[in-house]
């Protein structure tokens, strides 16, 4: 038998008190909908009511494009049910060296906002993949780049920034790398040193227009990848009050913490936001399960992400009420705030 096929199933007797909706409305702040200009009436309407079979009461489009592609996506998702789902634009780094690349860019942003977008969200090309036009990797805080940063924050829209990947893809794919599995799975996320800055490198990039760009609100994606050194993070937030967390694809780093990541969740419970990254109804209500209930030793979705099982952190009514909903009313234009009431 192969390693990839050894599955086995618990023995072990315990209480057990799966959720498949959520305590509170909540809002999901990290998803992707490539397609929603083409999205039919039927296919809204089912959304919609998975959404309520929930407790979803808004989704946010992080994938809206720019110009007319960003447009249509507003007028599908939103004019369909302009309540439930908000839409984010996207910069395109293509051409960054080209003379004036600065000024159309925030043009065009300022644009994309005044025609509906609520926020920007960065992919995490920047600072991997996307180069100018002489081959040069463009660092995430690149200069050309800062007017765009300032112009989210002037006109009060989040940035929802993704920069590199989980530490162990960086480190040999080897018997003490834990994503061993993954990378197995999914080779292409492997970042050989001889393509790629190190995982500090890109990381401190980000944190660097962190600092520099105190007026704007940053959500880094993935708990900023470091779920897996909460203590880390915690400085991170006590540092720049202009900083948040999503959670997105990141549970089974605090589902395998119980006692460490309740603390650190109800210490920052106005700084981390919820996110899913990846949109599947069931998968949802193992969130629900991690951030609601005590249970002890069950399943994460997902084998790839983590070969270890998950445990309940328990948190309060208010950490809950943060986390799903007040803290995205704080800081994404435009909810409705009745639909949390």
């Given at each position: 038998m192969y390693f990839e096929a050894f599955k086995p199933r618990s023995t072990l007797v315990v209480d057990e008190n799966p959720v498949t909706r959520a305590r509170f409305p909540f809002v999901d702040v990290h998803a992707h909908f490539f397609g929603a200009a083409d999205m039919s009436d039927d296919q809204l309407e089912k959304l919609v009511g998975e959404m309520d079979a929930m407790n979803m009461a808004a989704l946010v489009n992080l994938s809206g494009r720019?110009?007319?592609?960003?447009?249509n996506s507003i007028s599908t998702m939103e004019g369909y049910a302009p309540e439930r789902f908000v839409t984010f634009a996207n910069v395109d780094f293509r051409g960054i060296d080209d003379p004036g690349w600065t000024e159309a860019s925030v043009t065009q942003l300022e644009a994309d906002i005044r025609n509906g977008a609520r926020g920007l969200k960065i992919y995490k090309n920047l600072g991997m993949e996307v180069r100018d036009s002489k081959g040069n990797r463009v660092r995430v805080d690149d200069e050309r780049i800062g007017p765009i940063?300032?112009?989210?924050?002037?006109?009060g829209v989040p940035v929802l920034i993704h920069t590199a990947d989980p530490a162990p893809f960086w480190l040999p794919r080897d018997e003490n790398n834990e994503r061993w599995f993954e990378l197995k799975e999914r080779p292409n996320r492997i970042r050989p040193s001889d393509q790629y800055p190190s995982w500090e490198t890109i990381i401190g990039e980000q944190h660097n227009?962190?600092?520099?760009?105190?007026?704007t609100t940053f959500i880094s994606a993935h708990m900023g990848w470091l779920g897996n050194d909460l203590a880390r993070l915690s400085d991170l937030l006590d540092e720049l009050p202009n900083v948040y967390v999503e959670m997105g694809a990141v549970l089974a780093e605090l589902g395998r913490q119980p006692r460490t990541a309740k603390a650190?969740?109800?210490r920052h419970k106005d700084r981390v936001l919820f996110g899913k990254d990846s949109y599947a109804p069931s998968e949802y209500h193992v969130y629900f399960r991690v951030l609601e209930t005590e249970d002890e030793y069950f399943d994460y979705y997902r084998q790839r992400h983590?070969?270890?099982?998950?445990y309940g952190l328990g948190l309060s009514d208010d950490a809950l009420q943060h986390i799903y909903y007040k803290n995205a009313l704080r800081i994404i234009p435009g909810l409705d705030a009745s639909l949390f009431e």
């Open positions: 720019s110009g007319q592609a960003l447009r940063w300032d112009l989210c924050g002037r006109l227009i962190f600092r520099r760009h105190s007026q650190f969740l109800e983590a070969h270890w099982k998950m």
